[in-house]
């Protein structure tokens, strides 16, 4: 049953979720604002000449631009570093102590932010969000962890997918109290971006309260006793016998196996496929665009035509919340394999779609509807598959042995596409102007048709199923009566 202990620590847990969240959406609606800032503190423009009646005056100074990207995009950076230490600290700590200790990286980064206006608020801006990135990393790979860990087995889907919800909801407020009349505007900005470590105060007080993951202490740690207390905090008083024997089991299966290297990962030929078609989705999460529809929507809305773009970026918040609920109903009914699909082919139409109006919005003036309605639905697919599913698909290619150095592996791939995009998204929309999506949507076509042609379904398979199934694209079939028998004797085992 649903304890109160445990949708305590569930919700404890998500919380580092949702500062992601807020993280990634809240440097996108005062992006005109901090521009504003940055220039007078660079002396590159006078108090009034960016701003001139809440629209923009003059072209930004080269250099603002440049802090501004690294502004949004360093973030990324920090969260790619740490992605690799998630075990370690996992390990070392454990997931409740873990979590702990990374907090007080996000109390720096964001008094970091916060007291920008008492120094060189590009400078102290730009460390504040690298810190954050670097917690961000290291909390997404945490609180996952543990709530799988901790979860019955009847509602470990609904209550993972709670880090995703807590990360659209995160963007979604960072949205709504970045408005102008909250804290959106020049005085409070900075008070804005240091609430991106406010939640981590409240985490630190409930995880004192929160049991540690009886996974952890039994297999990780040996300690029987402790585990079995820690189920009844859990579960209330009830015979663990049968969750002791589910563990050992887990831990007799993970000794078998040794641990996986990333060089052994890369290297190995036996992964090649499975690590291949891991990192292809989370470039395709990335390249899909969608981080540009996050970080600069509100700059994109302005460019289609809208007159109340932090209004229509906030839409995009709501959209983005409706459709990850929408994914959590569906994703073990419709199956990885295809939401994924649908997911890419409907963000490229809606690129397109984006295109052509924002090429014809000076001819017609009703084009700027034809743009703010393929925004939305961009989110919307995306949301459906290549939103979560590269995720939790990454740990269903792999076994026990190879999983931590594949989930690294794919955590760095993730940060670093995202930090691509986060710091080039300018300078490319400049160069290609209202072309620019089309450069998403031809490669949304070419991961669609990768999709297709090389990701498996791993939907109610075991791993040994799927690894069967790479074996046997990674191996020509047999071509004489002789090994056709062989092949029959030694059935799915490693031989064969």
Same mark, same amino acid.
């Given at each position: $049953? ?16 949702? $500062? ?23 002396? /590159?423009? !006078?108090? %009034? ?53 990374? @907090?007080?990286?996000?109390? /720096? ?15 102290? &801006? ?18 996952? +962890? ?38 959106? @505007? ?24 929160? !049991? ?13 006793? %402790? ?18 024997? %589910? +563990? ?36 395709? $999460? ?29 839409? /995009? ?29 409907? +963000? ?41 599913? =590269?995720?939790?698909?990454?740990? %269903? ?6 999983? !931590? ?20 998204? =300018? ?8 072309? /620019? ?11 669609? +048709?990768?999709?297709?042609?090389? &990701? !498996? ?40």
């Amino acid at each position: $049953q649903l304890s109160g202990t445990l949708m305590l620590a569930v919700f404890t847990a998500v919380l580092g979720s949702f $500062q992601y969240g807020y993280s990634l959406g809240v440097i996108n609606a005062p992006q005109k604002i901090i521009e504003t800032h940055y220039g007078r503190v660079l002396n /590159v423009l !006078p108090n %009034e000449s960016l701003l001139l009646n809440g629209t923009e005056a003059q072209e930004l100074h080269p250099s603002v631009t440049m802090y501004w990207s690294l502004s949004v995009s360093i973030f990324s950076i920090g969260g790619m570093v740490s992605s690799f230490l998630v075990g370690w600290v996992a390990d070392s700590l454990g997931r409740i102590k873990g979590m702990f200790a990374v @907090n007080v990286l996000a109390v /720096v980064g964001g008094l970091l932010m916060g007291l920008a206006k008492m120094g060189p608020a590009h400078i102290l &801006v730009i460390a504040g969000r690298a810190v954050m990135g670097f917690y961000c990393g290291l909390s997404s790979g945490l609180v996952p +962890m543990y709530i799988g860990e901790i979860a019955p087995t009847a509602y470990r889907g609904a209550l993972g997918t709670l880090h995703q919800l807590a990360i659209v909801t995160g963007i979604l407020i960072s949205q709504v109290i970045g408005l102008d009349f909250i804290l959106g @505007n020049d005085i409070m900005w900075p008070v804005l971006l240091g609430l991106s470590g406010a939640p981590s105060i409240l985490q630190s007080v409930l995880l004192l309260i929160c !049991p540690e993951s009886p996974r952890y202490l039994y297999i990780k740690l040996g300690k029987e006793e %402790e585990a079995k207390k820690t189920l009844k905090r859990f579960k209330g008083e009830y015979d663990t016998t049968k969750d002791i024997a %589910e +563990m050992q089991k887990e831990k007799e299966e993970a000794m078998k196996e040794s641990k996986v290297s990333l060089l052994q990962l890369i290297r190995s030929p036996s992964y090649r496929q499975p690590l291949f078609v891991a990192l292809m989705l989370h470039l395709s $999460q990335q390249f899909s665009g969608i981080n540009a529809i996050f970080y600069y929507s509100t700059a994109i809305f302005t460019r289609a035509g809208v007159g109340q773009p932090v209004y229509a970026t906030i839409g /995009v918040g709501v959209i983005n919340t409706i459709f990850t609920m929408v994914s959590v109903l569906i994703v073990d009914k419709a199956g990885r394999r295809n939401l994924f699909l649908i997911g890419l082919a409907g +963000m490229c139409l809606c690129a397109i779609m984006m295109t052509v109006g924002l090429v014809l919005l000076s001819t017609y003036s009703w084009m700027s509807y034809v743009s703010m309605t393929a925004i939305f639905l961009f989110v919307s697919f995306f949301e459906i598959g290549p939103g979560p599913i =590269p995720w939790f698909i990454v740990a %269903e290619l792999f076994s026990q042995g190879p999983r !931590p150095a594949a989930l690294a592996l794919a955590g760095c791939c993730n940060w670093t596409t995202n930090f691509i995009i986060g710091m080039c998204f =300018p300078y490319i929309e400049a160069l290609c102007g209202s072309y /620019v999506f089309i450069i998403f949507a031809i490669m949304l076509f070419g991961f669609a +048709m990768f999709t297709y042609l090389r &990701v !498996p379904e791993t939907k109610g398979k075991t791993f040994e199923e799927i690894s069967s199934e790479f074996r046997r694209r990674r191996h020509a079939p047999p071509s004489g009566p002789k090994t056709a028998t062989e092949m029959k004797f030694l059935g799915g085992s490693t031989d064969a």
